[in-house]
């Protein structure tokens, strides 16, 4: 069977995992770099904290437009092609954002940049999965920690460049260079490939050199870390497609449970952990700052952690563990908030959160994996329900937790976490399944 074109893999090209990698690196490092400037941005625009919230409403809405048209970019000009164009948008629109001189034209700009950052998500975790499936291997653990990684550095950079006066424009305007020339060598760099050596194909590691085959032929394993992706024999007959089909209208409901349900956990993690440990622990300002870091940090943990433990004890198993024990941190802070425990109680249930948190994403993107073969759904339209509902979910949690904070105290962020947690463990493993 030949591969697509379009969908930028050949023999020669199918092992190539920088494209993803950069993809994640500048997405990360794009977005790590505006949030440590967005106070400067708002004052210079003399934005009121309700006039910022609006324009950043308007880059949620704009995340989930581009999230959902995102598979129409991929099949237009295959989703190589796509990751790289939507890249390189999403950079030129962080310069954009970073110049607005109007409060107006910053919304534009912001409404702008989250339709190229949704479709960018979409098509370098679609890409990310095709790569996958041609090496025989599992990478979406690797490519979401390089996503967090980025972040966070760039995060770090942002705020020594803040803390030096370095202007936005000047500062965001060198993350997004080298977000562009790095783009730019990946897509040079794979015309160099095409040109060196012989055309015969890389075989992958535990097959012959074919790629994946069409839903109704045998199926080549991929290594997802459970039984390999291979549907029902030919001899089934009639019945096959009506199975695969029931399968199927259980299957997307579950996942995108599972997707929402993630966001109600990693949302609150990273946005109200902060604000719980000040108000519900009387923490110091410097203790509470640390709450999100260390969720972040153990997203990044059990994400570098998320392949090997994949290829050892399969996805189902692993889904099974990241919702325990993101149930057992958030229980663990739900009582210490309760009993008005020690702080550094709350500080470790908030880190293992994240590190129990950190799996979920990745798995979610790399179900695309199975349902490729299984179903013939192409990559981008399973990361395109996950990118779209899991972008519905986070901008939910905001209106669902503050309003549940006022009326019931700050013990309902680990509340909210709980109820997220609880669907996670429910429906993730069965998702991946």
């Not at 309700?50 to 970019?73: D, E, K």
């Not at 990478?139 to 980025?150: D, I, K, P, Q, V």
């Not at 992706?229 to 030919?234: E, L, Q, V």
Request: glycine share 12%; aromatic share 6%.
């Amino acid at each position: 069977m030949s591969v697509d074109v379009a969908d930028g893999l050949d023999g020669r090209t199918s092992s190539d995992w920088r494209v993803p990698a950069v993809a994640f690196a500048v997405n990360g490092a794009l977005y790590g770099s505006l949030l440590t400037r967005f106070p400067e941005i708002a004052d210079r625009v003399s934005a009121s904290e309700t006039q910022f919230g609006v324009v950043l409403f308007a880059a949620a809405i704009g995340g989930l437009l581009g999230s959902l048209v995102a598979p129409l970019l991929a099949r237009a000009v295959g989703e190589r092609s796509a990751t790289l164009l939507a890249g390189a948008g999403y950079a030129l629109l962080a310069v954009g954002v970073a110049w607005a001189p109007q409060l107006i034209l910053l919304g534009g700009a912001l409404l702008l940049l989250g339709i190229l950052d949704g479709a960018h998500d979409v098509v370098m975790n679609a890409f990310a999965v095709r790569v996958q499936q041609h090496r025989a291997t599992t990478l979406m653990g690797r490519m979401h920690a390089t996503w967090s990684l980025s972040l966070a550095g760039a995060g770090v950079l942002g705020t020594v460049a803040a803390g030096l006066r370095v202007p936005v424009a000047l500062h965001v305007g060198i993350a997004a260079t080298v977000a562009l020339v790095a783009q730019l060598a990946i897509a040079l760099g794979r015309k160099g490939m095409v040109a060196e050596g012989p055309p015969g194909p890389t075989p992958p590691v535990d097959g012959p050199s074919e790629p994946t085959p069409p839903v109704d032929g045998p199926s080549t394993p991929t290594s997802t870390g459970d039984s390999p992706s291979t549907p029902a024999s030919a001899g089934d007959g009639p019945a096959r497609p009506a199975r695969s089909l029931v399968r199927l209208r259980y299957v997307l409901p579950v996942l995108g449970l599972a997707a929402v349900a993630a966001s109600y956990v990693e949302s609150p993690g990273q946005e109200w952990t902060g604000l719980l440990l000040s108000r519900g622990f009387d923490a110091t300002p410097q203790v509470a700052a640390a709450a999100p870091v260390l969720f972040g940090a153990g997203l990044l943990a059990s994400r570098l952690l998320l392949d090997a433990a994949v290829s050892r004890v399969g996805q189902a198993r692993v889904a099974a563990i990241s919702g325990a024990t993101v149930m057992t941190a958030v229980g663990i802070g739900l009582v210490c908030t309760l009993v008005g425990a020690p702080v550094w109680w709350a500080l470790a249930a908030v880190a293992m959160a994240g590190f129990g948190a950190g799996p979920a994403f990745p798995l979610l993107f790399g179900s695309a994996d199975q349902l490729s073969v299984r179903h013939g759904i192409p990559p981008a339209r399973t990361a395109s329900m996950v990118s779209a509902l899991s972008r519905v979910g986070a901008i939910s949690a905001p209106i669902v937790v503050g309003p549940l904070t006022d009326a019931f105290g700050m013990v309902m962020v680990f509340a909210i976490m709980a109820v997220g947690a609880a669907l996670v463990l429910g429906a993730l493993p069965r998702a991946v399944r």
